[in-house]
């Protein structure tokens, strides 16, 4: 059913002005067509009993005499009448004188019976003793007899036929009725809802952003006023949209200039992030190996606690370079990851072995809790959230014990990095995620980091999309939780696993690197571990150095920016195609950006970045040698 409220103005008038006449037409042509079929109904009766009076009256004498042909005769003129299918005239006593009938032009079954109309035969009594014949007193006779009946039978056919020409008529009649009126209330509504209807679709382009579309005015004196409104109402809209213009044009302007200039300083940035991570990173790099060299040899107490003080103070520096590296490449966006399946066991121990000596040498215990689990993940970005959550722990939690496990939950795998230090208020919960903030470290203690660790934790888990959250309270400890998505089991890859420790003596190592102190740190280093060093600082240096040792290297180790045209990787690939047979080779690096990272991974070559701590290098040289 059409409600009411949904039909629009043209159809609200079309119904306004149909409605009435149709209702009132309909009544009339009602009572009109009820008073004429109740005419027919009368005229039909009145015409029987015409019929039935006329045949009692020509049918006295016959009736009285017995003439049955008379009465023949004049039942014949009465049965040929229209609709007539039936006479009989009656005697005194009811007998039948005379019967005809005319076959029934009803269909068989109909429930429409004929009607019958009766009428006595009467007349004036005879007197035998008539005047003329002299025994009589020459009275005539006064009263009247009924001397037999007549009946007539007539069917109601032509009547019914008459009513349903009437009724049809009656139907044409609401139907020109109904037509008329709804042209007319056509005719009426284009006044009214046209110029509505027009207003309405110039209010539509308004809305649409056109507010050159005007109105036309036309219509009575309502309409005419609302079409000057709305056209009013324009005028204003596009003055005020013309000022809007300019302000926004303005605003854009001062904000493409703003915009400019901030990709100036982020160009200017990114790029002293990339200088400054390749020339902080390379005297670090020469550092850290300056400093494990010296540690491999014979010193006297006070000496070699001086060179354990410089490695701390060295490893020390290393970390805050590259927490605030990392920190402004997250910043800046220049960190890309690496989404890919990997079983989380191998990853927990590393962090472990990373770990377990300055556990002890704090005089804490760092437990690992084993697992088969796989996760979808960056495995590289996943290892730095825990090494921070660790250092975390490790750091405020003295004397205590860190649990690092995790829990498979639905298809999300849970990893917990739990101690049970002093905890953290509710309110400062926020805040420890924030840079350079540290709770109990109001001095500033650099031994205790520069309070970016937890701030880099959140970006790169918001970079990953692994919710992280926290659960502490004062006394009680704390539970860090990163959720990341569950994968399938797979195969280990080849180096999945750490390999034990093996000497590296009479290893031929072709070094290539164009920084004099890495080149000299990396040599002293690798020539204290026993190895044989080809050093050059270019590709055509390299291959002369390798030509005048007689032979091939067993592995390549190359920065990656190097003097002359090529880079590391091509100086990898020219040395393999020199001697004819794929020889391992590393990436070494102090460039962090993801250019070279994609690279290194492509050509399917390990890259370390600058500065490279000598364990972890002695670690890689003997997984490729042995491999």
């Not at 009803?106 to 019958?116: A, E, I, L, N, W």
């Not at 399946?341 to 590393?350: A, N, T």
């Not at 390549?556 to 020199?578: V, W």
Request: proline share 6%; charged share 25%; net charge neutral.
């Amino acid at each position: 059913m059409i409600s009411e409220r949904n039909l629009d103005i043209r159809a609200r008038t079309i119904l306004i002005a149909v409605l009435p006449t149709m209702v009132m037409a309909s009544l009339l042509i009602g009572y009109f067509t009820s008073s004429r079929l109740s005419d027919l109904e009368e005229v039909h009766r009145q015409r029987g009993k015409a019929l039935a009076r006329q045949l009692a009256a020509a049918s006295e004498y016959g009736v009285f005499s017995g003439n049955l042909e008379s009465l023949r005769k004049l039942s014949n003129a009465i049965v040929v009448e229209k609709d007539v299918v039936r006479v009989v005239v009656f005697g005194p006593q009811q007998q039948v004188l005379t019967e005809l009938a005319t076959p029934d032009p009803r269909p068989p079954g109909s429930d429409d019976p004929p009607q019958r109309f009766r009428e006595p035969v009467t007349g004036v009594g005879v007197n035998i003793e008539d005047a003329f014949l002299g025994n009589g007193n020459g009275n005539a006779p006064t009263g009247t007899e009924q001397r037999g009946e007549v009946l007539v039978e007539m069917t109601q056919d032509s009547l019914r036929a008459e009513e349903r020409h009437l009724l049809w008529h009656a139907f044409l009649m609401v139907i020109t009725v109904l037509i008329a009126s709804v042209a007319l209330a056509l005719r009426m509504s284009r006044g009214i809802s046209g110029p509505i209807q027009r207003i309405a679709t110039t209010v539509t382009r308004f809305g649409q952003g056109d507010l050159a579309a005007r109105v036309p005015v036309e219509g009575g004196r309502s309409l005419r006023t609302l079409a000057e409104g709305v056209n009013d109402m324009a005028d204003k809209l596009g003055a005020s949209r013309e000022d809007l213009e300019r302000q926004i044009e303005a605003a854009t302007r001062e904000l493409l200039e703003k915009k400019e200039e901030a990709e100036r300083g982020n160009r200017a940035k990114t790029r002293f992030l990339a200088a400054a991570s390749h020339d902080l990173r390379q005297p670090m790099h020469a550092l850290g190996l300056f400093v494990a060299e010296l540690g491999q040899k014979p010193h006297a107490p006070d000496t070699h606690r001086l060179v354990e003080q410089i490695a701390v103070s060295a490893e020390t520096m290393e970390n805050l370079l590259d927490s605030l590296l990392d920190i402004s490449r997250l910043d800046v966006g220049v960190l890309d990851r690496q989404i890919k399946p990997f079983p989380l066991q191998p990853l927990l121990e590393r962090i472990e072995v990373d770990y377990r000596r300055e556990a002890e040498m704090r005089g804490q215990r760092l437990r690992l809790r084993p697992t088969s689990l796989w996760v979808e993940s960056d495995p590289l970005l996943l290892e730095r959230i825990l090494h921070n959550l660790i250092s975390n722990a490790l750091r405020y939690a003295p004397g205590g014990t860190i649990l690092l496990c995790c829990r498979k939950r639905g298809r999300r795998v849970r990893i917990e990095v739990r101690d049970n230090g002093p905890g953290i208020a509710p309110d400062a919960q926020e805040a420890i995620f924030q840079e350079f903030v540290q709770l109990d470290n109001p001095e500033r203690n650099r031994a205790k980091g520069l309070g970016l660790g937890l701030a880099i934790v959140r970006r790169l888990t918001d970079l990953l999309d692994h919710p992280l959250s926290l659960k502490s309270s004062p006394g009680r400890g704390a539970v860090f939780a990163v959720e990341l998505p569950t994968a399938a089991p797979g195969v280990v890859a080849e180096g999945s696993h750490p390999v034990a420790s093996q000497a590296l003596n009479g290893l031929h190592v072709a070094l290539v690197d164009d920084d004099e102190l890495a080149v000299a740190s990396t040599v002293g280093l690798l020539e204290s571990w026993g190895c044989q060093v080809s050093a050059a600082d270019n590709q055509a240096d390299i291959l002369t150095a390798l030509e005048a040792a007689g032979s091939p290297p067993d592995i390549i180790l190359s920065d990656y920016q190097i003097a002359g045209a090529a880079d590391g990787l091509e100086t990898i690939q020219r040395l393999r195609a020199h001697f004819g047979k794929p020889i391992p080779a590393i990436i070494l690096s102090g460039d962090t950006s993801s250019a070279t990272a994609n690279a290194a991974q492509q050509a399917e070559i390990p890259l370390l970045h600058k500065p490279v701590r000598p364990a972890k290098l002695r670690a890689l040289l003997q997984r490729k040698t042995q491999g």
